[in-house]
């Protein structure tokens, strides 16, 4: 074992550990990132399985911007350098997983990134207790001694379900996904998540009989905005459904599996209105139940708490375990702090947490403030400076609700612009001295998974309806004043179809807004 002990090690060289290791390097940090493969992004080199990604790739924006480009880019990185982007590698709106591995070894490569591979960690340890170094193990008994550890592992186990039988079911990490092994078959595929609906897409021509089964609510990602949940390019099977082609979705619990024949009996529960208690032969039964953190690598003195049904570790909101400090975690295992709410699970969205995180460890290891600008705290000023932000920022737009710019009031006739903080992290694990702030979101209306955007006897919240903001359904900004951790004023920005709030009732009714805040007679 090296006598040196580094900063940071970086556990997992995926999209987020690439990310903050870039961000790492770029600070000219003491770090490491280990990664289990021969190259970046191991991962992907396997889902998802039937090798198509469901995040969005536009390449034509009409723009020519670079940071607005992200917001429909899901799936670069973010680095100075505009050109190193994924959508010069794919012209395709949903691309394959192969060219997302290529460009995420490109990516580590150009930037010089300090990347071990074929470095699986098998063992975590803290032996010197709460305060001391980690002491992490790969595959081969190679020890690495660090102050910090930061897990940007993503959810590798399978999330199995628990009932009689579950062994008999085939897991989608390693049922075969070639069509012509499923000939006339009855296929049951266990979840309702996008892994469900891909793997059962996949058999539509081939198979007999489909069913997708799982107690809760099926949810679509065009209404409920979480990108998450089912999307339009998996949902083959609701039309096969609705329109009577022999496949079905069942609303349910599976009680047990047993063998039947050449094939299985599934005893289902289906939970519609009161249970009824069937019983189901099909010839397969694939498990498609999603995934958790492997927390098994660390002893148990460095243990981090779990969170999710045990399927997340807990996190601060400076993505620190809850239980064990200096320990940290990056990319898709950080949506426990937004689950299925925002985006964190996702590149687009945690490569803005990444950042975020940075800044948050530079802060408070190497005492760097978090960056800022300056601007004259005064209503005009900020409307330019708020305007400009919402118009163009991608971290906003991508991490909506979650992460917000924070202005905060110095008292001198001047404030500190910060970007991209994440909104719970204001009076916690930072800025715990700002009194008198400002923070501004992009967000979606309330209940707005509730309503069909498609549906036209909705209301629609118009530019001429600028009073009624705060009910508009769709993506736009909020400024919201607190003063001494009480939120004292809201100001909802109406709505626009293009997302640019720059015409003259954005701007004279955000003044106004601030106007009155500002105004010693509102206190």
Known sequence: MSNDVLDYLVVGAGPAGLQLGYFLERA????????????????????PRHRTLISVNKVHTGWDDPELDLRVDWNSLLSDDTDLRFTRYSPRFFPGADDLVGYLGDFAGKHGLR??????????????????????TDQHGVELRARRVVMATGVTEPHLPDFPGVELAEPYPTVTVDPQDFVNQRVLVVGKGNSAFETADNLMETAAVIHVAGPHTLKLAWRTHFVGHLRAINNNMLDAYQLKLQHAVL???????????????????????????????YDRVILCTGFRFDASIFAAECQ????????????????????????????????????KKCTSAFIHGFRYGVRALHKHLAQRYQEQPWP???????????????????????????QFGFLADLVVRRGDG???????????????????????????????GPDHDKIDPFDVTVRRITQ??????????????????????????????????????????????LTGFLRHELTPASV
């Open 304 to 339: 981090p708490e779990l969170a999710i049904d045990n399927r997340f570790p807990a996190q601060t909101t400076a993505w620190e375990s809850t239980s064990v400090p200096d320990l940290y975690f990056a990319g898709t295992i950080t949506q426990v702090r937004d689950f």
């Open 464 to 509: 001429s309806d600028a009073e009624h903001a705060d009910e508009g359904h769709y993506i736009h900004p909020v400024v919201r004043h607190y003063r001494d951790g009480e939120l004292v004023g809201t100001h909802h920005l109406t709505e626009n179809l293009e997302n640019e709030w720059d015409r003259p009732l954005h701007r004279n009714g």
């Open 372 to 398: 800022h600008e300056t601007v004259v705290d005064e209503p005009s000023a900020l409307t330019e400076a708020v305007l400009a932000r919402v118009n163009r920022s991608s971290g906003l737009f991508q």
């Open 251 to 281: 609303d349910g619990n599976i009680k047990s599996i047993t063998r039947d024949g050449d094939g299985y009996r599934v005893t289902f529960g289906f939970v519609r209105a009161e249970e009824i208690i069937k019983d189901i032969h």
């Open 115 to 136: 990347v071990r591979y074929d470095t699986r960690i098998t063992r975590i340890a803290r032996p010197d207790g709460p305060t001391g170094d980690f002491v992490a």
């Open 28 to 47: 000219g940090s003491n770090y490491l990132v280990t990664e289990a493969g021969a190259t970046p992004g191991t991962f992907f080199r396997t889902f």
């Open 414 to 444: 001047t404030a500190a612009y910060y970007e991209e903080v994440p909104a719970d992290y204001v009076g916690t694990d930072g800025f715990q001295d700002a009194t008198d702030y400002f923070l501004v979101t992009l967000e979606y």
